[in-house]
């Protein structure tokens, strides 16, 4: 049976960025990032808010740390063949 792999590392859209923002500002772990998170959080909810290519550079990279400190935690499910 072939596995197929799945790397978390590609390019997430602004809509998935923001679907698991919640979970990054409960998780920040210091002023800054909370700060930034809550931020972000705020500035989502504006009509027709667009992150700064910088802001998404960071909401990349704290979404990523967020999947990365998930661990193994879950059963993985495997379809038949």
Aim: net charge positive; with cysteine.
């Amino acid at each position: 049976m072939r596995h197929e792999t799945f790397t978390m590392s590609r390019p997430r859209t602004v809509e998935e960025l923001l679907f698991h923002w919640p979970q990054v500002v409960r998780l920040a772990t210091n002023d800054w990032a909370k700060g930034f998170a809550l931020s972000i959080a705020r500035q989502s909810r504006r009509r027709n808010w667009k992150p700064t290519p910088r802001q998404i550079c960071i909401m990349q990279r704290m979404v990523a740390e967020l999947f990365q400190h998930r661990g193994d935690d879950f059963d993985l499910i495997e379809v038949g063949a």
